[in-house]
């Protein structure tokens, strides 16, 4: 990602990326959107969106990801989407009551208490 840092929509679905989420993503300052999904990211590493982050929406389902599902979002974040990936930890506890969120998707991974 560079020194990139005020993009608004970053789009990459459908790629096949392979590896880690480069956490650099998580500087992105103005960044709204990110869709990540149907890619073939792997792994635990997951980008930590600061409270103040802009974030609305973020999609990175359909990859490999796995462990724990990741629990620093924006507070602006309204969807975010991370079906279709290998998660297995317990449901962290600020997502298994979101009041911010209007949409959570998990499906199709082992999420304890899910």
Sequence with gaps: ??????????????????????KTISKIYRLLLLDLSQN?????????????????????SSNRLSDEVPVNFALETK???LGQNEFSAPLPQNLSSPSELEHLDLHNNNIIGE
Excluded at 1 to 22: E, K, Q, R, W, Y
Excluded at 40 to 60: Q, R
């Design 1 to 22: 990602m560079g020194d990139t840092t005020s993009v608004m929509i970053l789009m990459l679905a459908n790629n096949n990326f392979l590896g880690t989420i480069p």
């Design 40 to 60: 073939k990211f792997s792994g635990n590493t997951f980008p930590s969106f600061g409270p103040d982050a802009l974030l609305a929406y973020g999609d990175v």
């Design 79 to 81: 969807i975010l989407a």
